[in-house]
């Protein structure tokens, strides 16, 4: 189980640390956007440069998981990530929702691996 948790670790922090870099070094291109709500949406968070923010933490959070030190601060931080894409997909854009679903098995279960660090959070 040990493997799979530094499998599962290292994939995510890898997805998160080449797709959050994207944000600032463009390697990837930059696509058209998506029409109606969902263009107008990235539109504004370009325009207002808060797409920065959002790249620099997901670069930071997958960072955190590829180190392997403060893994749970890292999975709090693509945890909120993690809604914004989820509610993104639910309520802009329905397509696409394949990254996201690979993304949350990673982080549940990477979450219920480290899940002695999140224990005062879910204490009653």
Do not use: C, D
């Not at 599962?8 to 998506?34: E, K």
């Not at 397509?95 to 690979?102: R, Y």
Request: hydrophobic share 60%; charged share 5%.
């Amino acid at each position: 189980m040990k493997i799979a948790t530094i499998i599962a670790r290292v994939l995510l922090g890898l997805i998160f640390v080449f797709f959050g870099s994207n944000f600032f070094l463009h390697f990837l291109g930059n696509p058209p956007p998506p029409p109606g709500l969902a263009g107008e949406y990235f539109h504004a968070l370009s325009a207002s440069g808060y797409i920065y923010v959002i790249g620099a933490l997901q670069f930071i959070g997958g960072l955190l998981l590829l180190i392997g030190r403060f893994v749970p601060l890292g999975l709090t931080i693509l945890a909120a990530m993690m809604v914004n894409i989820w509610a993104f997909h639910i309520l802009l854009a329905p397509a696409g929702f394949e990254p996201a679903i690979l993304v949350t098995v990673l982080e549940i279960f990477l979450v219920w691996r480290y899940r002695g660090a999140f224990a005062g959070i879910v204490r009653p």
